[in-house]
């Protein structure tokens, strides 16, 4: 049986950060180049979602059996995730999901337990998604040259548009970069002693691994992709191993992007799917705890899934963030005006009752005049049909922009909100030039450039903190489109 | 179904100072336009029946009035239709006295609102999702921008307009010994001011306001027994929808379908047909200035989509065809949320009598008046209108 990638998406915040504005705030030399930088209403989970949905445009989403997601960065110490992201992504219920966490390779642990699940017949088709957003102590080199994104591989056994064909793995024990229970920044020991021990041993180890394993040498190899903390460590590994840097490996994103962490390595090969070609080599390696390395050949359905916004057209599609300070407002990491109004706002019952509509982001069609309503109604506005209606999703249509405010009242971690009142497509009302609208907020925007009729579209996002939870909902946004 | 034209009178009312009232309780401002009724009236607590009394955040019960007041043993209910409150007392009182219940019966409406220590209004209940970062201002903002789209109107155009309202509120607010902001602005004033949620800015928004009014209402067959001048009330009209219209995609924002309904219900029980014509004086609820625009073309008085050239040609100014909160509205008079409906009352109340007290601010032959409450914003209003005439 074959077993490969079916389908992938990838997900890069809209924020990018110059690293000379990071150095300018704190006196000190520049990596160059630029990072992104989530907004402040998204994290691992909201990529994620992005990621999923990036990767199942245009299959069915009831045809997903499990779901598995990797992060360093979950929202929860306790409480899943992965079941959130498949109720944001609108998977059915009966299937399985899992957090894959604490370490940075565990993107590609995810990956192996899904080929594991699709080879014993548990599952046809696993979504492994990967997020991270984890933060560099302020004044750090990581605070540099971490960045946030997410990446979604579809692994099955039928479509197959890059067949997995050959993996290894073997497990160390290093303490190189961690973060203890109750840390927010990331840790390191030494730099000569981590990166000697600890990176570059174990991913020439995998990566020679895999090599003699299946006989190749690096001429045999149309592209190698593989994780490094950073740019220098990619390339010196790369000569190491007797790869043209020129033309056979997968370029790192460091100068755009930053090292995103358990994402990095799925995001890169992402970055390559979308450039390959069939029958094209893969060379695959990911390190933390130990490293695994995987050869992938890519096969001529690789035509099929070309239409994503994937890397390269997140990549195109950005906001310069004009300030540090921004930064670290973003990533509340100065004080603000509590959120005082915010305090009685967290529900666990109504977010728990009302997950259709505020999750799966459904809204009610009713069955007797075909018109949509969001938030869904028993009470059908148009017709009066009591109880007569079905949900239908609403989070993949595109719509406008009806009206809006630019509210400096309502407090934000982004001031001021942009209030809009969206009309989406009903194109399931027929004839009838219907709209379903949707009363939200706007994110990624650039505030002068928002006006009544403008295109937008949905967007998973976190909506408060407050009372120790995290509260998601939909927003909309300038479509992601360069 | 009858009309309610003429068979209630108003024979007393009182109004707090409304402002700031660091120095004065719910009950001080409760006391003082109480006892400003019944002096008015000419009556004392003894003779009173029944109350209705309404409060949005600042009291609940009855016993809310009845200890400050020391009313014993009768019947006192207390109300709530957001910004609509106040009106409700008198909604329900009148139709109580209709009714044949009572024959006397006190309405006072009262809000607290600077001890709470917010700039804004104390948060009620809100949806832990959907309701996040709603801001009042913010939703009135949001029909300002589609109107200014759909008539093609400029945006610092638009904005030119409703801050003419904004300097016509304060110019008659300024004239009002009890209003909460005394001072008159200027169109660059209102202009350069901050943005609350654009396009209003700081003087597009009313005051935050503690306050109090009350009205004594009787049988119209009564009336005479306490005064000559009572005034009558000619219709009342309240609708309230299912108040989804910022969600339904069919909902324009630029209409108000609810006051369209409220003033229908009043004009039709006081038998007018041509409210420009035959209203003498006009105090609309104008939380936001968007709010008085909007108001105008929903009760009849401008067609829709022309209310910006009556009021570039100052048709609704003291001196104007036909005057409107010409105390100050909400803009400068202040908003005590349960109180500006008996507040709205008590300025064509005063007017009708000719009884305003500085003579400036004094209409000529007031003989019918319109009073308008709401409460919600556009697509989830709750508007009260009430008509008020002279007796005779």
Known sequence: ?482 | METIKDKVAIVGMGCSQFGENWDMSADDMIIDAVYEAYDDAGLGREDIQAVWVGTAFSGIGGICVSGPLKLDRIPITRVENFCATGMETIRNATYAIAAGVYDVVLCIGFEKLKDSGLAGLPAGYTHPVLGVNVTAPGRWAMAATRYFQTYGIDPQEGKKTLARISVKSHYNGARHPKAHLRKEVTIEQVLSAPIIAWPLGLFDCCGNTDGAAAAILTRADMAKSFRDDYVLIKGIGLAIGPSLGKEDASYDYIHLPETEAAAKQAYEQAGITNPRKELDILELHDCFTISELLTLEAIGICPKGKAKEDIDAGTFTLTGELPVNTDGGLKSFGHPIGASGLRECYEVYKQIQGKAELAERQLKDVKLGLSHNQGGHPGSLLPIITILGQAG
């Open chain 1, 1 to 482: 049986m074959k077993t490969g990638i079916v389908s992938y998406g990838a997900y890069i915040p809209i924020y990018r950060l110059k690293r000379d504005e990071i150095a300018r705030a704190w006196s000190r030399g520049s990596m160059g180049g630029e990072r992104s930088v989530a907004n402040y209403d998204e994290d691992s989970v909201t990529m994620a979602v992005e990621a999923v949905i990036d990767c199942l445009k245009d299959s069915d989403r009831q045809g997903v059996d499990g779901l598995y997601f990797a992060s360093t960065t979950p929202p929860y110490r306790e409480k899943q995730s992965a079941s959130l992201i498949a109720l944001a992504a609108d998977l059915r219920r009966q299937i399985f999901t899992a957090d894959f966490t604490d370490s940075l390779r565990s993107g590609t642990m995810a990956l192996r337990a899904a080929l594991d699940a699709v080879n014993s017949g548990s599952g046809k088709r696993v979504m492994v998604v990967a997020a991270d957003g984890r933060m560099g102590q302020p004044q750090s080199d990581y605070e540099q040259n971490f960045g946030d994104g997410s990446a979604a591989l579809l692994i099955g056994d039928e479509n197959i548009a890059c067949e997995i064909v050959g993996s290894y793995c073997h497990t160390d024990d290093i303490l190189d970069t961690w973060r203890t229970e109750s840390d927010t920044f990331t840790r390191n020991w030494e730099d000569r002693f981590i990166l000697s021990e600890g990176y570059a041993r174990n991913t020439r180890e995998a990566i020679s691994g895999i090599m003699a394993k299946y006989n190749l040498t690096p001429s045999d190899i149309t592209k190698a992709v593989f994780y490094a903390p950073d740019a220098r460590r990619h390339s010196e590994t790369a000569k190491a191993l007797g790869f043209d840097p020129k033309t056979q490996v997968q370029y790192p994103m460091f100068a755009t992007v930053g090292n995103t962490g358990a994402a990095f390595a799925l995001m890169m090969l992402v970055a390559a799917l979308e450039e390959a070609k069939a029958g094209d080599r893969i060379l695959f390696a990911n390190y933390g705890d130990g490293a695994e390395a995987y050869i992938l050949q890519v096969t001529e359905q690789i035509e099929r899934v070309r239409d994503r916004r994937g890397i390269k057209r997140h990549l195109a599609s950005m906001i310069n963030l004009s300030t540090y300070e921004k930064y670290l407002r973003f990533r509340r990491l100065i004080p603000l005006e509590s959120q005082a109004r915010e305090q009685a706002n967290a529900f666990p019952p109504v977010a728990w009752r009302e997950r259709e509509q505020l999750i799966s982001f459904h809204g009610s069609r009713c069955k007797c005049c075909g018109r949509t309503f969001h938030p869904m109604q028993r009470v059908c506005i148009y017709c009066g049909a009591k109880d007569e209606y079905e949900g239908v999703r609403l989070s993949d249509r595109q719509g406008i922009l009806y009206t809006y405010t630019v509210d400096n009242l309502a407090l934000s971690s982004d001031p001021p909100t942009i209030v809009s009142k969206v009309h989406l497509e009903d194109p399931l009302a027929g004839e009838e030039n219907h709209k379903v609208g949707v009363y939200c907020q706007m994110t990624d925007r650039d505030v002068d450039k928002v006006k009544p009729e403008m295109p937008v579209e949905m967007t998973f996002r976190k909506m408060h903190d407050s009372g120790g939870m995290h509260t998601y909902y939909w927003k909309c946004r300038p479509p992601r489109e360069p």
